[in-house]
């Protein structure tokens, strides 16, 4: 379903299930909104689960960027007006976590519970923002995503995972085959220029969960362990046998654990 948020943007969302509570889905980069396949049937038997793809990826709109978090957490409180939704709670991957920390920041009093699935809660330091920036330009330049496909897909799955299922790497790399460049560019350019959520972290009173993936190449354990610490309210919870991914890598298992976090 396309969904017409401000600016005449067309933001792609699927709902699934019934119910008062409502659980929103926010992918990571560069994937789309079926990275959540398995979770979305198990979440909707007690919830109604919306899942979103971000502005310029996915089969929402392309538009000029840099795609600001502020400016995606608009776009998911936009959707969640149109289904009707008051609150939720919001569970982001990566990118996704980014978008669900700008929206706490934003709209907290719509955040029932938050999870952060393998994201981070820091800024880009001036390197890894420099490296985004040079990616986009990358991307600009080229027309092409093969750059995307070839290293930032696998970069997300745990060596194991590689190795041993490489169905799961495939799946992956058709979910963000369809991306158009200028949108994943003006992505990049938008989390490069992203501010820290430390700030916000002690004064978010809800339930959070963070979850890590116990051969994360992209986020460190210590990080993950620090982030959780941050919170008054949290949990974490560590998936062993996955990467960057855990939705994909341990389906089964993240969906219970998510079903047990929203069930309270």
């Known amino acids: 379903m396309q969904v017409l948020v401000h600016d005449d943007v067309r933001i792609d969302a699927r709902i699934d299930g019934s119910g008062d509570d409502a659980i929103v889905l926010i992918h990571g980069f560069p994937l789309a909104k079926e990275i959540w396949s398995a979770q979305i049937p198990v979440l909707a038997r007690t919830h109604r689960v919306v899942a979103v793809d971000l502005r310029g990826m996915g089969g929402s709109s392309v538009v000029d960027g840099p795609y600001l978090m502020e400016t995606l957490a608009g776009d998911v409180a936009a959707v969640m007006d149109h289904f009707s939704i008051d609150r939720a709670t919001i569970v982001g991957h990566s990118l996704g976590g980014y978008v669900a920390l700008a929206f706490a920041r934003m709209y907290v009093e719509r955040v029932a519970r938050l999870a952060l699935v393998c994201s981070r809660i820091v800024a880009d330091t001036p390197d890894v923002a420099n490296a985004r920036n ?19 897909v696998p970069a997300l799955f745990a060596k194991k995972t590689l190795e041993n299922r490489p169905e799961i790497v495939e799946k992956a790399r058709k979910i963000a085959e369809n991306h158009d460049p200028r949108g994943l560019a003006a992505m990049l350019r938008g989390m490069a220029l992203r501010d820290s959520a430390e700030d916000i972290a002690p004064e978010l009173l809800m339930p959070v969960l963070a979850v890590g993936g116990g051969a994360d190449p992209i986020v460190p354990r210590q990080e993950t362990e620090r982030m959780g610490r941050l919170f008054p309210d949290a949990r974490l919870q560590w998936m062993e046998g996955s990467g960057h991914a855990p939705m994909m890598e341990e389906a089964d298992r993240l969906s219970a654990v998510l079903e047990a976090f929203t069930a309270g």
């Open 134 to 152: 040079e990616l986009a330009t990358r991307l600009e330049t080229s027309g092409s995503i093969d750059e995307i496909l070839d290293k930032n």
